[in-house]
């Protein structure tokens, strides 16, 4: 198996890249030898032998530089997952994923456009312990963004406590479509949830076979 | 004016009965007379110190060496460094008539609430010491600090930087009027990052990839960007040469200084000390002799016994990997055998949050090491520990996980170990030292 860590020394924030860690213990665990590749600024980015690509947070101006450099790559991410490949994108790094990106000066990006959502970014930080459910279970961790997300169709969870996509969508968070995984939890979300880590064992599993 | 000030000197002396904090009073005052920070006839000098770590330590030294000199130096030791406890000091130290007394006004203020106290008069010396991941929680994350930090910086102060620090340094892009203070290459100094998360791989002025010549902890260093030019600064004050096991560190090429405490971030808060007292006016030559052997009596590092083990407990911030990693450092690199305590039961005071993913920025694979013999993971957090633990090297045995803290100090106390280092924040310093002699 191949977990690829995308932007590993610039998307490094809040201990993200133990999500890495995780990930690879819960595969070992089920005897699936798994290496971690990290890729960044300045590599050549190759996402045909992934297994599983991987995003953390990060802040706002490294998530712009991140978007720029991935922006030639959206299609080939795109058959990636059509092959089977899973991508999780954790804190503001999912946020590349839609259609545009609003900063807090107004300055518009646009995104990946792989989905439909928006993003809008504000000079306020919404802070806060998250309990959201995942198929009838609770997922726990933690909110650190300065932005609202709106328009996602599909979301992940469903918020119990703590901080939805955006303040008119408090009761859902992150996005879940097709193998595509985002969410604003950070904690590391797979270190404290093991069914989490277990779920993407699963699906890669799925997958392999 | 005069009315204010009163109620603000009434209100600090009932609180000080009944040892209430500082911040109350001057939050009345602000209320009653939200300008009167800006009326208030400051002292000639005012020194402000902000950023992530070493603010605290950073303003006690300035204000012993510039007690000793004879100055009368008002300065907030409770490190009430918000709006509301700094009006509290100059409040309480104004005659009626809103003179402030003292020679000099010295100030630890809180890098997001900077730009509120600075709104209301500038100070003339303004230290910013570094910028690190601290209380993300609350400060979102450097970068997002250094913006908050931004209004407050402007060509009337005399701006007294870190050189070593990428972000810092920003702050004197393009600005003449700035001291810069900064470390030689040293022997200790690594070409490579050594911590798990490295936030000098981008350059913080244009987000290309950026060089170092040498660095001497995570991002702090001799950095270069080769795209935009951004680069470490010709220093002002500078260490020339630091000697970590015998404890002297050399300023300017000729003031030797000795270490009560051995270790590299204590070194940037003196000279960050030395570069102030210098530039208020007192020689060189009479810092490095008040500074020497200095011993710092803000609490943070405090001996104890415990049965028959002699222990140092280190406060270090929870939220804050640098930290850690100082406390961590300084236990290596005094390789005596030993145990290590570390206690998460509270990760704030201020707060209630189980926010942890702080533990993963903390170097804990330097506790793999020969002379730490076990390591005592306590408080409500104790299994988050053994889990970030869990990937590193560390051997299983030597650990020992307890989430009840007296019990567990109890168990510790019958191993009779030597010496013991205690490494926890203020949330839960209580916690540990009330239940061991702590010696004077």
Redesign the interface.
Known sequence: MKILHLFH??M???????NT?ALQRELEKNGKETVIEKQS??DKFDFSSADFIYIGSG????QK?ALQELKPFAEEISAAMDRGAVVLATGNSFEMFGKKITDKSGREFEGLGLFDFTVTESDK?T?T?SLCEFKGKEI?G?I?K?SEIFGVKNPLFTVKQGAGNSISDALYEGICEGNFYGTHI???IL??NKIIAEHFADLLDFASK | MFFTILVCKILRFIGKLFHRGSSMPGQIALKLSPNILSKVKLPDKVIAVTGSNGKTSTVEMIAYILEKEGKKVVWNREGSNQIEGVATLILSNCTFGGKMKGDVLLLESDERYSKFTFSHFLPTHYVITNLYRDQLTRNGHPEWVFDAISPSVTDRSQLILNADDPLVSLFGKDRENVVWFGMDKQSFSTAENTSVYDDGAFCPCCKKPMKYDYRHYSHIGGYYCESCGHKKHKTDFTVTDADLESGIITVNGRHKITLAFKSIYNVYNILACFAVCSLVGISEEKIALSVSDYVLKNGRVVQYKLGNSNGTFLVSKHENSISYNQSIRYIIGQNKPCGVIIIVDAVSRRYSTGEISWLWDIDFELLNNACVEKIYLLGAHCEDLKTRLSFTEIPEEKLYVNPDIETAIDEIKSEERPLLYTVTCFSDKSKFLSKVEVQE
């Open positions: 020394n610039l490094n924030l809040y201990g993200e890249y133990a860690l600024v300045g802040t706002e101006k490294n530089v930080r802070v312990d726990i933690f650190n300065a950070i904690g590391p270190i404290r």
